[in-house]
């Protein structure tokens, strides 16, 4: 475990008779910004709970940074950030008053408060009260509120959820430049996919309370087989050809021809084989599934 950030054990709970996570193992890795997805109600922001301790867990189940959260929980709670659906803050008082307030109790310098405030993009909105805060700049202050303790791991749930585009990109940015620059390992959970496209280095995707892949972004890419899109003239015509040349065709529209994709070689043959033969072509790119489509095969039929 000596690289794991955070590791679960074939962890179950129940609210009541529910079963809301079934038989989860998480593999989460230093350094790591992991993409926890999932319909809404799929147990992401339980599992989040219960890494937070906000849920007991059952023994020997959860492990953060080696340890077993129930035998040392001070001690790991002291490592971890999080930001849980919406920030808690004090709407009558300023981005830096929320702060100042937040080291205090945790008996924190003061001066970590500024620090934060510059990391997170709000130090020109410090003296501003919260209440005049828009959305995108209330999850940035949840998040330098959860940075205050100088956490190796944060935990954000949905931290982009209802932001406008220019909310989520600010995020996002933030988000990369505290893995990549601070060297924070990331949780977080969403299910707005495209997003996790952009800065996930790893995923788990989970369906009702059931993990149904867990691996690197390339690895999940690599579960579907790529393509080959050809935009090319007398597209019938190319067609019988390719056939001719023993090439199998997947689809054919009006102006596109659609292959299996094999190796770059081959791409460079078709292209060749095209041009030699009197077709233009127009285009030829290898197309793979986005992240939302992969989702949506994977969650189908489970």
Do not use: W
């Amino acid at each position: 475990m000596i690289n794991t950030a955070i590791q679960t054990h074939e962890l179950t709970y129940y609210f009541g008779k529910q079963k809301i996570v079934d038989n989860l193992s998480l593999k989460i890795e230093k350094g790591s910004i992991y993409g926890f997805l999932g319909h809404n109600g799929a147990g992401k922001t339980t599992t989040i709970k219960i890494l937070l301790n906000l849920l007991k867990s059952p023994e020997d189940t959860v492990f953060i940074f080696g340890k077993e959260i129930n035998k040392h929980r001070i001690e790991i709670l002291k490592k971890i950030g999080a930001l849980v659906e919406q920030p808690a803050l004090y709407a009558h008082l300023s981005g830096k008053e929320n702060l100042l307030n937040r080291c205090i109790l945790l008996n924190i310098q003061k001066n970590r408060a500024l620090a934060q405030l510059e990391l997170v993009g709000l130090k020109d909105a410090a003296d501003k009260k919260t209440s005049e805060y828009s959305l995108g700049m209330k999850q940035r202050l949840g998040i330098a509120m959860a940075l205050l303790a100088n956490p190796e791991l944060l935990l954000l749930d949905e931290p982009t959820n209802g932001l406008d585009p220019g909310g989520i990109i600010e995020i996002r940015n933030l988000i990369i430049e505290l893995a990549t620059k601070h060297q924070k390992t990331i949780l977080i959970s969403s299910h707005l996919l495209s997003e996790i496209e952009k800065i996930a280095t790893h995923v788990g995707i989970i369906n009702k309370g059931k993990l149904l892949f867990q691996g690197t972004i390339n690895e999940l890419h690599q579960l579907s087989n790529p393509t080959i899109e050809i935009e090319v003239s007398q597209p019938e015509r190319a067609v019988s050809f390719l056939i001719q040349q023993g090439f199998k065709i997947q689809i054919q529209t009006e102006t596109r021809i659609i292959l299996d994709y094999t190796s770059p070689e081959e791409t460079g043959e078709i292209n060749t084989l095209l041009i030699q033969n009197g077709f233009t072509v127009f285009s030829l790119f290898q197309v793979r599934k986005n992240l939302e489509n992969l989702f949506l095969d994977i969650t189908r039929n489970n």
